[in-house]
């Protein structure tokens, strides 16, 4: 079946623009995650969600992060005033349930470059 | 000490030899680990998951959890250069909701 999308893959904006980020998890999956790879960093956890629960935000770096989650399915990751330390490559990642043993199944990323 | 953490530096081997990958992690409500492949530009799959003591073997992958000694292991046995990727180790803690990861650790086959 497919995988998690997302769009766009590659972004490039200037200093102080806004950008969306769009996730589509894999179909049926209730869990879906947010991280961020920064150049010879490992991966940072951003933001989760899981069904009608409130999201856990406790990766979000700052206030101009935010994220939703609409219909519990397609999520979208607003950047607001980007920076030049946000460019980074921003993975999702869907699992079926939130059980710990549950495979998170990450999606090709969007490779964010502010300029 | 950070929850996970993998030794750093490239490791190099030759074709058809023993890949061997260590992870060590502080919290001693674990859960689960994972084990994922990230080629370069691309985003992570997994290898393998494991969540009790002991060996888990899938094909030439096999993981082992020790958790009286926090650490867990990846090895790749018959080495292939498909294998040529950064290995993230994952972990999954009580009350954590979040995959909490390591810096990675670079394997090269060398044909």
Redesign the interface.
Known sequence: GAGVSQSPSNKVTEKGKDVELRCDPISGHTAL?W?RQSLG???E?LI?F?GNSAP?KS?LPSDRFSAERTGGSVSTLTIQRTQQEDSAVY?CASSPS?A??D???????TRLTVL | QKEVEQNSGPLSVPEGAIASLNCTYSDRGS??F?W?RQYSG?????IM?I?SNGDKEDGRFTAQLNKASQYVSLLIRDSQPSDSATY?C?G?F?GN????????NQVVVIP
């Open positions: 995650y991280y960093q490992g991966l956890f989760y899981q856990d990766g993975l939130p710990y043993t495979t998170q199944y990450f999606g090709p990323g | 859960q689960s994972f994922y691309k985003s992570p799959e997994l998951s969540y993230l994952a999954r009580y909701n979040r995959l909490a990861f390591g810096k990675g």
